[in-house]
């Protein structure tokens, strides 16, 4: 099975424009994640979707922030406009549904976005 | 609020050597604890989980790590290390019941002394 796809895997913009970041999850996976990665705060989950509907977005830093899942093999993390301060690694994370966590993220290869 | 801490930003080991990585997390209930690690320019994999049961798990690539609830920790640990172990390693707790939010530690950066 392919794994988690994102893309762009590198992108580089300037300050005000807007960045759409894209994610396949893998074949099945009934949730999917947005995390941040960069090297003050570490990880941190922006927001999850469960059957395509997001559960929780408390993580999303703000309006200029919005993710979209229109259907169960895609979905967007959009930002805009866009600030120096979003420069980071942006992964993707999908999982099985079950009836306990299962804890296992199947992680895309990041999404580096520089923004100058 | 759950969290996690991971007192060692960077540790080096030759080699052969055993290693320790440690991780301390605040919880008020029992823990799902996992450990993840990231290669360069790579995404996060799973090496070990805890839910329940046996203290000690073991994981991939000869990975194992101890819960301790009355230290409140969930140390990774390997006897061996090999250079391929060189990467950067996040322990995570989760909310039973839940699939979702997993809160990652900052990270500990592994490197192999030849």
């Known amino acids: 099975d392919a794994g988690v796809i994102q893309s762009p895997r590198h992108e580089v913009t300037e300050m005000g424009q807007e960045v759409t970041l894209r994610c396949k999850p893998i074949?099945?996976?009934?949730?999917l994640f947005w995390y941040r990665q960069t090297m003050m705060r570490g990880l941190e989950l922006l927001i999850y979707f469960n059957n395509n509907v997001p559960i929780d977005d408390s993580g999303m830093p703000e309006d200029r922030f919005s993710a979209k899942m229109p259907n169960a093999s895609f979905s967007t993390l959009k930002i805009q406009p866009s600030e120096p301060r979003d420069s980071a690694v942006y992964f993707c994370?999908?999982?099985?549904?079950?009836?306990?966590?299962?804890?296992?993220?199947?992680f895309g290869e990041g999404s580096r976005l520089t923004v100058l | 609020a759950q969290s996690v801490t991971q007192p060692d930003i960077h540790i080096t080991v030759s080699e052969g050597a055993s290693l320790e990585l440690r991780c301390n997390y605040s919880y008020g209930a029992t823990p799902y604890l996992f450990w993840y690690v990231q290669s360069p320019g790579q995404g996060l994999q799973l090496l070990l989980k805890?839910?329940?049961?046996?203290?000690l798990v073991q994981g991939i690539k000869g990975f194992e790590a101890e819960f301790k609830r009355s230290q409140s920790s969930f140390n990774l640990r390997k006897p061996s290390v090999h250079w391929s172990d060189a990467a950067e390693y996040f322990c995570?707790?989760?909310?039973?019941?839940?699939?979702?939010?997993?809160?990652f530690g900052k990270g500990t950066k592994l490197s192999v002394k030849p």
């Open positions: 074949s099945g996976h009934d949730y």
């Open positions: 805890y839910f329940s049961g046996d203290t």
């Open positions: 994370a999908s999982s099985r549904p079950t009836g306990v966590v299962t804890g296992e993220l199947f």
């Open positions: 995570a707790v989760g909310e039973g019941g839940s699939q979702g939010n997993l809160i």
